[in-house]
């Protein structure tokens, strides 16, 4: 029901920035004035992560930097940046680089970063050791409140290869409804 419009609205004929305008039961047109919402300004989350050393021994530990950039012109509000480790890397330990909680359970480390601001970085580093496996899959996601102008590139896959092959990154993306990027390291 819209105040001073009658007594219901039944069709809607447009909106927008400037207000509403809708037909009541008696046909006439009915505009609503500015302020009615707060136009939305996208956010476009990228994520991206790095690892150091490339390669480990046995009791080494690999340094995994995962980055969280806002490339877009609004701010990103509740934002959270989640790591998820395999079985075979064990985490010792995480930290952010801007105020925020992180919660680590079974191999998940999950950052609440709160906000980011346009063009501002924020970054997660968790130290992680190897046991027994050559190659680990790691995936990376993060995600705010306000809608992303590129959502494909908020989800990582990232592959950590420390077998003896020669190689280096490689992007290859994984189709389904939300694309991944996906980073093999050798």
């Known amino acids: 029901v819209v105040p001073d419009a009658g007594n219901e609205v039944r069709n809607l004929i447009r909106w927008g920035e400037d ?5 009541n039961e008696k046909q006439i047109v009915v505009i609503r004035a500015k302020g009615l919402w707060k136009p939305i300004t996208p956010t476009d989350l990228v994520v991206s992560m790095q690892r150091k050393p490339d390669k480990v021994t046995v009791g080494q ?21 989640t790591l998820s480790l395999p079985e075979d890397l064990k985490l010792v330990s995480s930290t952010l680089s801007k105020d925020g909680q992180i919660t680590p359970v079974n191999g998940v480390v999950a950052a609440q970063i709160g906000s980011i601001k ?27 409140n306000e809608p992303d102008a590129h959502p494909e590139n908020n989800v990582l896959d990232y592959e950590l290869d420390n077998t003896d092959d020669p190689g280096q990154d490689k992007r290859i993306i994984r189709h389904d409804t939300k694309p991944r990027q996906r980073v093999v390291r050798r």
């Open 19 to 23: 207000g509403l305008a809708f037909l």
């Open 118 to 144: 346009p063009k501002e970085k924020v970054t997660l580093t968790v130290v992680a050791t190897p046991v027994g496996a050559k190659k680990f899959m790691c995936s990376v996601v993060v995600r705010a």
């Open 61 to 81: 530990s690999y340094t995994l930097t995962v980055t969280a950039t806002n490339n877009g012109k609004g701010e990103a509000s509740g934002v959270v940046l």
